[in-house]
T-cell receptor, first 111, second 112 residues
Framework: NAGVTQTPKFQVLKTGQSMTLQCAQDMNHNSMYWYRQDPGMGLRLIYYSASEGTTDKGEVPNGYNVSRLNKREFSLRLESAAPSQTSVYFC??????????FGPGTRLTVL | GENVEQHPSTLSVQEGDSAVIKCTYSDSASNYFPWYKQELGKRPQLIIDIRSNVGEKKDQRIAVTLNKTAKHFSLHITETQPEDSAVYFCAASRTSYDKVIFGPGTSLSVIP
């Protein structure tokens, strides 16, 4: 099993450009999450999907949209990137009542 | 919504000493409290978790305690080793299906 995979690993954008971060899991997990990690700020929840077909806002949803494409895939879209969105983005998934499994992360720089 | 605070933000200990990290949470309905370890450049990984019906849980050198009345929980690492050096995050959620809110992290350095 690959676990949780994310693409791309690195990305540089110019202000105003758009992009989609992809996340997939092969563990048959119900819930999936997107976090951003900034120095000294910990992991802040952007959006989550408790089950296929549902999505909910987290702590810092502004400037982002998500799509739970199917049970395996949960994508994060930046419609108009801003320098404040420079961060490391982690996707995570969980089955039931237990740990979250994290992907390797995407390092995004917005110039 | 839930707010999780964590102290200290940095912690240095001598190898073999104990390390304690403390967290507080705001939502009295939270009942699941995991701890994650993140080594430099890697993804966070669960090291231990505790639920509201348990006051303490141990796993070898790691233990977690929970005080629901005071809304705080702590991570205890005994006999620290250099490989324990990492950033540790506490978190809280109402259920493990619900959103999980993380604390800001503690950078632990174990000095050989």
């Amino acid at each position: 099993n690959a676990g949780v995979t994310q693409t791309p690993k690195f990305q540089v954008l110019k202000t105003g450009q758009s992009m989609t971060l992809q996340c997939a899991q092969d563990m048959n997990h119900n819930s999936m999450y997107w976090y951003r990690q900034d120095p000294g700020m910990g992991l802040r929840l952007i959006y989550y999907s408790a089950s296929e077909g549902t999505t909910d806002k987290g702590e810092v949803p502004n400037g982002y949209n998500v799509s739970r494409l199917n049970k395996r895939e949960f994508s994060l879209r930046l419609e108009s990137a801003a320098p404040s969105q420079t961060s490391v983005y982690f996707c995570a998934s969980t089955l039931a009542a237990n740990e979250q499994f994290f992907g390797p992360g995407t390092r995004l720089t917005v110039l | 919504g839930e707010n999780v605070e964590q102290h200290p933000s940095t912690l240095s200990v001598q190898e073999g000493d104990s390390a304690v990290i403390k967290c507080t949470y705001s939502d009295s309905a939270s009942n699941y409290f995991p701890w994650y370890k993140q080594e430099l450049g890697k993804r966070p990984q669960l090291i231990i978790d505790i639920r509201s019906n348990v006051g303490e849980k141990k796993d070898q050198r790691i233990a977690v305690t929970l005080n629901k009345t005071a809304k705080h929980f702590s991570l205890h690492i005994t006999e620290t080793q250099p490989e324990d050096s990492a950033v540790y995050f506490c978190a809280a959620s109402r259920t493990s299906y619900d959103k999980v809110i993380f604390g800001p992290g503690t950078s632990l350095s174990v000095i050989p």
